[in-house]
């Protein structure tokens, strides 16, 4: 099958309702190519090129230069941007990807497009590249052609072509194309899948293309319906959200068998935009974590994120729970105003027919943390009991009873965060009180 750009045809529409149309040049053949066919088909005000230099090669300037040659030939505007590479042990090709698609997260509005010049050969080295690592049905499903980017949305034209028959274009058109010196370091694993693997496996199958793509559908599929089926469990297990992150019934979970509890477990991170726990995480959680007993506090942590069990339920912590090292010893608050804390939650008051703190003029409301040994008698109760009790009684999840803000009047301790307020600061049925609300940003 040779290429054309009349092939970009059905996807002329895409590109036109998009907000703005970007393509990713980097003036190699395969994007000079993209850029090219959608110029002859649409015209050079149909899309904007993007050109990342990774500073990472002595001739990055000169590719600069030639990419904006190209563009001004075909009346393209062409925006440049550099990025730093910082390699911390994941590897310089990964490193250097997240740069860049971090520019074009940051680059796209909604309802934006970006194009980028993937082919059927990046195709079959992506899903080889993901199988040796030990990839799932997700990573072997290789590159989707189109998916959601930031608030954008990327879309591959070209990846039903190989290499080869767009070169057969690219030089029937007498394009001018660079080549990255890099592409020949055998040190990159995708260079060596390229150069070494692949030869051998065209050797012996020369539609490996077609076969790879076929393979890369079937897996696609297979993760499709393992999403379909964890959302309905999820369902099953009632999710809510929690003051920080989301919890799960872990009763219901119990009764799924182990392959559908860590289907739902990937998905229920992915759901909510959380790096998704890899295979070894996933037998932690079903072996250490979920048959621990009662009374214990376990705790998984992967790549940020932290799973953690209490009351029967399952806590999924996108975020730091440790309180800051250092908190105020007092933080004055104006009543009526929202007070942001050193952990970035949030208190806020709002005025309320028969409930809520008591509040006179000249009070003066102060905020404080747990020390130890406090006391309190909220509302409706005969006698006081010490907070770490009330805690246990009121439910509130372990990793909060630090942080919570003590809510102090005229120096005598008024209100718990919004768990409730104690006796002889509350309001009667016919007076107005300071109802309270302590969040977090979600």
């Known amino acids: 099958m040779s290429f054309s750009p009349d092939h970009l045809a059905p996807h002329v529409p895409k590109i036109r309702r998009a907000g703005h149309c970007y393509l990713a040049y980097s003036g190699g053949m395969d994007s000079h190519v993209l850029l090219q066919a959608v110029v002859k088909l649409l015209g050079a005000d149909a899309v904007t090129a993007i050109h990342i230099n990774h500073q990472l090669s002595k001739n990055a300037d000169a590719w600069r230069q030639h990419c904006q040659a190209r563009c001004d030939e075909l009346g ?9 590479i910082d390699n911390d042990g994941q590897g310089v090709e990964q490193a250097a990807r997240e740069a860049r698609y971090a520019v074009f997260e940051k680059l796209l509005s909604l309802s934006d497009l970006l194009l980028m010049a993937h082919h059927a050969d990046d195709q079959v080295e992506t899903v080889i590249y993901r199988l040796l690592r030990g990839s799932g049905p997700r990573g072997l499903a290789g590159m989707p052609q189109v998916r ?12 039903s072509y190989t290499r080869a028959e767009l070169e057969v274009y690219a030089r029937a058109e007498n394009l001018n194309w660079i080549e990255d010196e890099s592409n020949q370091d055998l040190s990159f694993d995708r260079n060596f899948i ?9 050797e012996r199958w020369t539609d490996y293309c077609p076969r790879v793509a076929h393979s890369a559908a079937l897996c696609g599929e297979s993760d499709q319906l393992a999403e379909i089926l964890a959302a309905q469990d999820l369902i099953a297990v009632y999710e809510r959200a929690e003051r920080i992150g989301w919890s799960i019934a872990l009763d219901p979970m119990m009764t799924l068998d182990y392959l559908r509890q860590g289907n739902l477990l990937r998905h229920w991170a992915g759901q909510h935009g959380l790096p998704q726990p890899g295979h070894k995480v996933v037998e932690t959680i079903l072996h250490e974590l ?3 007993r009662e009374d214990a506090e376990p705790l998984v942590i992967w790549a940020g994120v932290q799973l953690r069990r209490f009351h029967r339920r399952l806590y ?8 800051p090292d250092q908190l105020p010893a007092t933080i004055e608050w104006c009543a009526g105003e929202v007070l942001s804390l050193p952990d970035n ?14 509040l006179s003029r000249g009070d003066t409301v102060e905020i404080r943390f747990r020390a130890g040994g406090e006391r309190c ?3 409706g109760r005969s006698r006081s009991n010490s907070l770490k009790k009330l805690f246990l009684e009121y439910g509130l999840e372990p990793w909060l009873r630090n942080r919570i803000p003590l809510i102090y009047i005229q120096d005598q301790l008024a209100a718990v965060g919004d768990l409730w307020v104690c006796d002889e600061f509350s309001v009667g049925e016919s007076e107005a009180g300071f109802a309270i609300e302590w969040r977090f940003p979600q």
């Open 148 to 159: 959601s980017l930031g608030p954008g949305e990327l879309l591959r034209p070209l990846l």
């Open 76 to 84: 393209v505007v062409m925006q440049a941007e550099i990025v730093t």
């Open 290 to 292: 979920l048959p621990a």
């Open 194 to 202: 390229r150069q070494k693997v692949v030869p051998v496996i065209a």
């Open 377 to 379: 008698k909220p509302l």
């Open 316 to 323: 999924l912590l996108p975020v730091d729970l440790e309180a």
């Open 345 to 358: 939650s949030q208190l806020s008051m709002t005025l309320e027919q028969g409930k809520g703190l008591k």
